[in-house]
């Protein structure tokens, strides 16, 4: 059997509102920085992963000012679908350009170690909004009830 392709998700040092962000797996490849305009996507992350955890599907949206890519996540028979899209603004047509079936282990971990480093991280506060800390430590109980079995 196959291992599911891990993800690695790298979040740089916010800075005047917008964020690097870094996305690579196996056969793909993605760097970008994102807005943190209307709303906080680290944050909306973080929730999605709580969300996502308990069968849900949620999509995050990194606003590139005027181009979007789009963050879907969902739980599937075969695990987690991670879908990637992109478009010239928030209401455009969507382009596919990244499709992902993994799994607890390869998609939901790596982006929880991601946004605990990332929470970890010195920056000022008129750059970024830190993640909500109460639910990081939901996603926390989350991810430990699910590892513990």
Request: proline content about 5%; hydrophobic content about 35%.
């Amino acid at each position: 059997m196959t291992k599911p392709t891990k993800i690695e998700l790298k979040f740089g040092n916010p800075k005047n509102g917008w964020l690097p962000i870094g996305l690579k797996s196996q056969d793909f490849e993605l760097e970008f920085n994102a807005s943190n305009i209307p709303e906080n996507p680290v944050d909306k992350l973080c929730e999605s992963l709580i969300l996502v955890m308990n069968g849900m599907e949620k999509e995050i949206c990194w606003n590139l000012e005027p181009e979007c890519y789009f963050f879907k996540l969902k739980s599937s028979r075969k695990g987690i679908d991670f879908i990637i899209s992109k478009s010239g603004g928030i209401i455009e047509n969507r382009n596919l350009i990244y499709e992902l079936n993994g799994n607890f282990e390869s998609v939901i971990l790596p982006i929880y170690r991601s946004l605990k480093k990332f929470s970890t991280l010195e920056f000022d506060k008129t750059d970024w909004e830190e993640i909500d800390q109460i639910k990081l430590n939901k996603l926390t109980k989350l991810i430990t009830e699910r590892k513990n079995g």
